[in-house]
Every structure is written in structure tokens, then in C-alpha cells.
């Protein structure tokens, strides 16, 4: 159980293009999802906190104007990185956790690379 | 202020057992939760402890420490699988966001 899906798995684009990744819960309802970012070797930054429903929290020096999230239902939440520029080039992770004391499982990543 | 601290990188060979700890400085706690992340790949679940003492499952067993701020992740009869990075995190007031530790990466050697 606990399965988080993630799409795309890997994005090249040109500098100046939007892209949508999108994170499913698959057997759980996700009442709360996150969206990190991870630079090789690093561990994982959050980036922000979404709740079903609600407007997401994001962390200290993400611009929310960038890096727009919906969380429109209990299975899916989307992160739309507007604008891509070289330096939004990272692995984006997401994870989601359902109500409670529940961990946080992880979608399998988005590796975003802008030319 | 919130703080967690892991070593950065172990080694050891297949078969052995190692130990990887982790300290930590939260503003609340509600659980502390580690995860094994291989090279390109997402973080997976590994273990969680709410309540002092050990939990164990199978080769991975995980220890925690709530008055001293401190856990371990053990694990036994390596294999060479196992190399990967050991992520410690810490759920604090709220049942919101997880802080990672930056990680310790272990080598696993034949």
C-alpha cells in the first residue's frame, strides 16, 4: 500500500517553457502533500506544503509566483514550475501523507533539466 | 531553531552490521522517521519512532532516544544493496512538514 505515483519521471526543455508535474496518491487519500527539491548529493529541500483544498504553504525564499502548486482533491497535486530557467534544473520530489501519525511516502522524482 | 545531524558517509563490508546515528533539535517532536534513498532515485520508507526504544523489521532496526534528541538506524547482515544515502528525519509540532538531515551515504564493500 502507500504508493505515490509521479509524472513525468524526467523533463529537457528550453529556457522560458512551463512545466506541470504531477503527484498521485494511489491507495491512500493524501490529505497533506509536499513538493521538495534535491541538488546532487544534497539532501531534500521543502520547498512547500499543500493541504486538500487549501492554498499551499510554501517554505522561506520559494517564490510561490514561480512555483505554482494545486492540491485540487485528496489524490492529486500538481507543481507547475512557470518560466523555467537553467538554474530551476534539480530533482523534484514529491510525497504525500494521508491523515494523522502516517509517514510520508515519496513519488518517485522529476528530473528537470533546462536548456 | 531546528537542527539534525547525521554523519555524512560511512563504510563498511557485506555481512557486517553498522550503525548510523542521528541527533537532532526540534521545536516539538511527533516522530522520527528514516528513510534510504539510492543515487537518482526517490527516498523510501524505512522505519518510525514516536516512543522511546528499539523497533525492529527484519534487518533494519531503529532506536530513539527523545530525552537525549537521539536515534540510530542499524543495520545487519549488510549486502551490497544496501549502499545508498540514510536520510533521518523529524516530524515536529503539528503533524505537518518532515526536517531531513543532509543525509549519511554508506558504501558497502565486498
Known amino acids: 500500500g502507500a504508493v505515490v505515483s509521479q509524472h513525468p519521471s524526467r523533463v529537457i526543455c528550453k529556457s522560458g517553457t512551463s512545466v506541470k508535474i504531477e503527484c498521485r496518491s494511489l491507495?491512500?487519500?493524501?490529505?497533506?502533500m509536499f513538493w521538495y527539491r534535491q541538488f546532487p548529493k544534497k539532501s531534500l529541500m521543502l520547498m512547500a506544503t499543500?493541504?486538500?483544498?487549501?492554498?499551499?504553504?510554501?517554505e522561506q525564499g520559494v517564490e510561490k509566483d514561480k512555483f505554482l502548486i494545486n492540491h485540487a482533491s485528496l489524490t492529486l497535486s500538481t507543481l507547475t514550475v512557470t518560466s523555467a530557467h537553467p538554474e530551476d534544473s534539480s530533482f523534484y520530489i514529491c510525497?504525500?501523507?494521508?491523515?494523522?501519525?502516517?509517514?510520508?511516502?515519496f513519488g518517485d522524482g522529476t528530473r528537470l533539466s533546462i536548456l | 531553531g531546528q537542527n539534525i545531524d547525521q554523519p555524512t558517509e560511512m563504510t563498511a563490508t557485506e555481512g557486517a552490521i553498522v550503525q548510523i546515528n542521528c541527533t537532532y533539535q526540534?521545536?516539538?517532536?511527533?516522530?522520527l522517521f528514516w528513510y534510504q534513498q539510492h543515487a537518482g532515485e526517490a527516498p523510501t520508507f524505512l522505519s518510525y519512532?514516536?516512543?522511546?526504544g528499539l523497533e525492529e523489521k527484519g534487518r533494519f532496526s531503529s532506536f530513539l532516544s527523545r530525552s537525549k534528541g537521539y536515534s540510530y538506524l542499524l543495520l545487519k547482515e549488510l549486502q551490497m544493496k544496501d549502499s545508498a544515502s540514510y536520510l533521518c528525519?523529524?516530524?515536529?509540532?503539528?503533524?505537518?512538514?518532515?526536517?531531513f538531515g543532509t543525509g549519511t551515504r554508506l558504501l558497502v564493500s565486498p
Open positions: 526540534t521545536s516539538g517532536f511527533n516522530g
Open positions: 499543500s493541504n486538500e483544498g487549501s492554498k499551499a504553504t510554501y
Open positions: 528525519a523529524v516530524r515536529g509540532r503539528g503533524f505537518q512538514k518532515l526536517v
Open positions: 491507495d491512500f487519500q493524501a490529505t497533506t
Open positions: 510525497s504525500a501523507r494521508g491523515p494523522g501519525e502516517q509517514p510520508q511516502h
Open positions: 519512532n514516536v516512543l522511546d
